[in-house]
């Protein structure tokens, strides 16, 4: 594990949108580095529980701890976002109006970097991804995959300790979906950042250290190497 | 952010534009109102200067100068006093030419220097030689209007005079009228021995405000009129364009913020998914509502440069399709023009403020997902 990943503390977490139970009393830790698949079916509370951990979001009840420091009493919570956080989501949520490399520097605009390092950076990021030959094009230009993979280097701009991915490759075909997760898991390896991804994907589970699954809102199982080696912490449904 | 802000404009042409024109019509109309308004301010100013005197005396506490009575025997008395170098008497006469009812004719002593002053730009002033009676001076302006040129004729209170010459005087008031002898035009209105106005010019060393108090308290129920706020206090009907104007310009600016204010409010609705990713990956409350006034505002100069070119061109050209430049000279001053400009750019400003505030209230997560 690489230290400069951000470690995440979820305690006793419980959060109701009207009369329904998102999530409840969920505690669970990820260590630095670490990489987390989160599954479950839908409704379950995964993507709720992955905006809590970034800060999109309140807990009803509980604390969620990013380094030991509630995200929401920082500075601002879009600072600490900027700082730490980086975001992959299913829909690729790029800015049809702006090219791939503008698309990319978005996040490094506020981030007191000089327009020219701004582009630079932007562009390198772009050929990390494999797309720095795109990066004059606009969203509506690119395929799905593509697409992905210009959110993935506008998640990694700032270059966050912490990368959390919700149903990235959700709306990808298989082939994609294995390009797109090669690119996150070997950036993570790289880079070292904790990443926690939450997916229907049955691929994702032996790339990552641990997989939790939750069901109606709770945490069911919780495997791999933050419990004791060969055993599962498993919930009785 | 620049870029930003340009790329979304330019997204939603079609909005940017009609939004842009909209602002651009408000800032025209607010452009073309203050050139009118100098305008009249110009125009009131002539009546201070008639004939190039530095003052002219009116009757007080009239509701308009031009409604002016005085004795003509006050002429001789005011020549006489220390502080006057020449004194002319000027009977103003109104609605006197049925083609042009604004047009204003002067009766004026032939001799008296407002007749001499007149620059002939063709044919002959025969008034000063003592000829007149039927002859008529007329000024460039109004000559141009009828198209008329001496040996002409002129229909004045129903009764034709001949075109003697046509002149230039520089004041508006003058070159949009004509000149007739003083008892001719007396008699034509049935006010022997009277005038409106006495046109002053002072001695080498009087200075105008003094001689003004003195004038008021040597012939008590005058108004002096040497400058052009005294001028526009001194008509009513100048004051209450003014104060229209003034009123029109603030509506203008309502209107304007509120169409503002609208468009912007229905671009954060469609745009809730990309603000709230803005949000998302770091851009605080405050730089995500700095992009939507920056739009606002981006929007507002566009419509406010379009909307100073409409104001110049159009006021000119509206002025000349309603026949009405005997009655009004728009007049464009920097001054004028800057504040249509302020005006669009605060149109912006307070039609962003209220979207931007809602978007600093927005929660990330409910703006991602759309609801």
Redesign the interface.
């Known amino acids: 594990m690489n230290d400069s990943g951000a470690e995440v503390d979820v305690e006793h977490v419980q959060k109701r949108f009207g009369k329904v139970s998102a999530l409840r009393d969920v505690t669970l830790q990820v260590s630095s580095g670490e990489a987390v698949g989160i599954t479950g079916r839908s409704g379950s509370g995964k993507s709720t529980l992955l905006a809590l951990i970034g800060g999109l979001d309140r807990a009803d009840q509980g604390k969620v701890l990013i380094d030991g420091q509630p995200i929401w009493r920082r500075r601002h919570p879009a600072h600490a976002r900027r700082e730490i956080v980086g975001f992959v989501f299913q829909r690729h949520l790029l800015l049809e109006s702006l090219s791939a490399l503008v698309n990319v520097e978005v996040p490094l605009l506020g981030s007191g970097m000089r327009h020219g390092d701004r582009r630079r950076r932007a562009l390198s990021l772009l050929d990390e991804v494999g797309l720095a030959h795109r990066s004059a094009h606009l969203p509506s230009q690119l395929s799905g995959g593509e697409r992905q993979r210009v959110a993935v280097a506008r998640a990694i701009a700032n270059e966050p300790r912490l990368l959390l991915a919700d149903e990235p490759t959700g709306a990808l075909d298989s082939a994609t979906s294995e390009r797109v997760l090669d690119l996150l898991f070997g950036l993570r390896d790289r880079l070292g950042m904790t990443m926690i991804v939450v997916s229907y994907d049955a691929a994702l589970g032996p790339r990552t250290d641990r997989t939790i699954t939750l069901i109606d809102g709770e945490v069911v199982q919780d495997t791999g190497p933050a419990h004791t080696v060969g055993s599962e912490n498993v919930k009785p449904c | ?1 620049l ?2 802000i340009i ?2 404009l ?2 939603r042409p079609t909005r940017t534009v009609f939004t842009a024109a909209g602002i651009a019509v408000g800032v025209a109309t607010i452009v073309a109102l203050l050139s009118f308004t100098q305008g009249l301010r110009n125009t009131a100013a002539g009546i201070a200067h008639l004939g190039g005197s530095e003052l002219s005396v009116f009757q007080a506490n009239v509701s308009d100068p031009t409604a002016s009575v005085l004795p003509l025997s006050l002429v001789s008395q005011m020549q006489s006093k220390p502080y006057v170098a020449s004194a002319t008497p000027l009977l103003l006469m109104i609605e006197s030419i049925k083609s042009e009812p604004g047009a204003v004719v002067f009766g004026a002593d032939p001799r008296g220097f407002f007749t001499r002053r007149l620059v002939l730009i063709s044919g002959k002033n025969e008034q000063q030689a003592g000829s007149g009676g039927r002859g008529i001076l007329v000024g460039e302006r109004l000559a141009s209007h009828l198209h008329l040129a001496p040996g002409g004729a002129l229909v004045v209170h129903g009764r034709a005079f001949r075109v003697e010459g046509v002149y230039h005087s520089g004041i508006f008031y003058e070159d949009s009228g004509a000149v007739l002898p003083l008892a001719v035009a007396q008699a034509l209105t049935g006010r022997g021995g009277e005038t409106t106005s006495v046109a002053i010019d002072l001695a080498s060393n009087a200075r105008a405000s003094t001689a003004g108090k003195a004038i008021e308290r040597d012939f008590p129920g005058t108004q002096v009129i040497s400058t052009t706020e005294q001028a526009l206090r001194a008509g009513a009907n100048a004051t209450l364009i003014s104060k229209a104007i003034l009123v029109i310009v603030v509506i203008a600016l309502i209107i304007g913020a509120i169409g503002v204010t609208n468009t912007m409010a229905l671009a954060i609705i469609e745009r809730q ?2 603000l709230g ?9 405050v ?1 995500v509502a700095s992009l939507i006034l920056g739009e606002g505002i981006a929007v507002s100069v566009l419509g406010a440069a379009a909307g100073l070119l409409l104001g110049v061109v159009g006021g000119d050209l509206l002025v000349r399709a309603l026949g009405v430049s005997t009655y009004i000279s728009p007049s464009f001053t920097a001054w004028g023009l800057g504040r249509g400009l302020l005006v669009g750019v605060a149109i912006g400003v307070l039609g962003g403020i209220y979207p931007a505030w809602r978007v600093t209230r927005m ?3 409910k703006a ?1 997902s759309g609801t």
């Open positions: 952010m870029s930003m790329a979304n330019r997204r998914s990309e990713l803005l949000s998302t990956v770091g851009w605080s409350p730089r929660q990330p997560l991602l």
